[in-house]
């Protein structure tokens, strides 16, 4: 007697195993049932302490013979943030896109001289959400297909697309979640940029820009877009994003500011630094991203009910209060995508979240900011 086609096909969900879980494959928000089918198959690693900062922290030349940019290959991997893109593209990520958490922390201070404290923080919070604590491995690209027969496993592994942690709406050159591609570079949005860096910067795009910019794509996203959020963590790494190009895209040589928008699509296009370009001199962190917000204050809210109807959160953490945005992270984020770990995945997300935390210290004070532990102390 033949099974009915729904019955057949719920059978084969849990008789299948899964033919090839990727090693950076995110297990944030599987079911008991699908790590359970998983995490025999992944080869554990003990996740690797963050490196320290630089000894050397002075301008130097990046785009080095050691260092050459190449063109993607058959299923190299990129995704919604040009630095690491350009990172890769360069050699100083794996040039496939997928990495451990203190690849990328050296990466980010040896390609670009990022603070070390700036890079733990956004590494590891990238990481929680959607690398994988187990392998201690993170793809830089956005959510990719499994292959074969892969249930109980989810349709989709990996990457820095999960919306509004890392990824966001009101991006400068990615368009928002809601309307699809919200990872590969858009050239409409980054005309609009240019366009802004023309009107308020003489062609180049600095701190007075990136303010009308930022004020400009909030503006578009709560018009066009009924789902848009600006909430923490987002609402940070916007403002972060606004000045990260002027950071870390000007030359280290140069260093007053203003970037050049044809250098700029370099970067957001190509994920290429232009030839001789040397990195900032001395260590960058999210130098000017208050005075991006103060141009055209708003609070942390979300489009409610449709567009042009932007309601104000009083729960989200705003750039005054740090703390805030670290508690909540792990409190709300992370604890909501491993709502019951065990064993070894408890062990590998305690210790990330110790590596997270780590910075606070250096920011806020442990004081001030004492450290929370979501799924107890081992």
């Known amino acids: 007697m033949r099974l009915p086609i729904f019955y057949t096909a719920i059978f084969s969900l849990f008789t299948h195993r899964v033919i090839a879980f990727p090693a950076h494959g995110s297990l944030a928000g599987l079911s008991k049932e699908q790590l359970e089918a998983i995490i025999p198959m992944l080869e554990v690693r003990e996740p690797a302490s963050p490196p320290g900062p630089l000894q050397d922290t002075s301008a130097k030349l990046v785009n080095d013979k050691a260092h050459p940019w190449q063109p993607l ?3 190299d991997i990129r995704g919604p943030c040009p630095g690491l893109n350009t990172l890769a593209s360069h050699g100083y990520l794996p040039r496939n896109g997928i990495a451990s958490p203190s690849q990328i922390i050296e990466a980010a201070q040896e390609g670009f001289n990022m603070l070390n404290g700036l890079a733990i923080f956004l590494t590891y919070a990238a990481h929680l959400v959607d690398g994988n604590m187990l392998t ?47 990872h590969d570079f858009n050239e409409t949005l980054f005309d609009e940029m240019v366009k802004f860096a023309d009107k308020f910067g ?13 004020w400009q794509r909030i503006q578009d996203s709560i018009a066009t877009n009924p789902t848009m959020s600006f909430v923490s963590p987002r609402y940070f790494t916007a403002y972060g994003e606004s000045v990260f190009a002027i950071n870390f895209f000007v030359d280290g040589r140069q260093d007053d500011g203003q970037l050049d928008m044809k250098v700029a699509r370099g970067f957001f296009q190509d994920s290429r630094m232009p030839d001789g370009f040397f990195r900032a001199n001395g260590p960058k962190g999210t130098d000017g991203a208050s005075q991006v917000a103060a141009a055209h204050p708003i609070a942390p809210g979300r489009n ?9 959160d009083p729960t989200s953490a705003d750039l005054s209060t740090g703390c805030l945005l670290y508690t909540n992270f792990v409190n709300q984020t992370v604890r909501s995508l491993y709502p019951n770990p065990t064993g070894a995945l408890r062990k590998a997300l305690n210790k990330n979240l110790d590596f997270f935390y780590s910075p606070i210290i250096q920011f806020e004070g ?7 532990f979501p799924f107890g102390k081992d």
Request: aromatic share 8%; net charge neutral; glycine share 16%.
């Open 73 to 75: 290959r058959p299923g």
């Open 136 to 182: 201690d491995k993170l793809s830089i690209g956005g959510k990719t297909p499994l292959t074969g027969p892969a249930p109980p496993a989810p349709a989709i592994v990996g990457g820095l697309d999960t919306h509004a942690v890392f990824e966001g709406d009101t991006s400068m050159t990615r368009a928002d979640f809601f309307f699809g591609n919200n």
């Open 202 to 214: 003489a062609g180049k795009y600095n701190l007075t820009v990136a303010g009308e910019y930022r």
């Open 304 to 312: 409610v009910g449709g567009v042009n109807n932007y309601v104000v």
């Open 366 to 372: 442990a004081a001030s900011c004492p450290q929370v």
